[in-house]
């Protein structure tokens, strides 16, 4: 019986170990293809060079595109952006709520859902 559950364990990590290869292999040979991000070439880069935002022998953004660099590195990026404190997001003084039937703002709902949906249902 333990014979039977270690082949077993083998067989289930031998077969994920597989495709996970088989993957890698795939996506490597994929990538690796001549068309895949190959320098344009012919009528193709002729093409490129007439077009109004190819300038220098690059391709110019219409607006100017600021890059989010800093020394941090990518994870302490996202802990500053998940933990960091933000200043206004409470208002200074207690904001004006006027009190109102709760009942009666949902029968609005109520009664104002079916006609926007173009149904005439009478309820009580």
Same mark, same amino acid.
Do not use: C
């Given at each position: ?13 031998? $077969? ?15 990538? /690796?293809?001549? $068309? ?14 007439? $077009?109004? /935002? ?71």
């Amino acid at each position: 019986m333990r014979i039977i559950k270690k082949f077993r364990i083998r067989m289930i990590i031998g $077969s994920i170990l597989g495709i996970a290869l088989l993957l890698v292999v795939t996506i490597f040979v994929f990538i /690796n293809q001549p $068309s895949f991000g190959r320098t344009p070439r012919g009528e193709r880069l002729e093409r490129i060079k007439q $077009s109004p /935002n190819y300038r220098n022998g690059e391709f110019q953004n219409l607006h100017e595109t600021t890059l989010m660099t800093s020394d941090r590195g990518r994870f302490a990026g996202i802990l500053e952006f998940l933990f960091r404190k933000i200043e206004g997001l409470r208002p200074d003084q207690p904001v004006n709520a006027i009190k109102t039937d709760l009942r009666q703002v949902l029968s609005l709902i109520h009664i104002s859902e079916p006609t926007r949906l173009g149904i005439w249902i009478i309820t009580l």
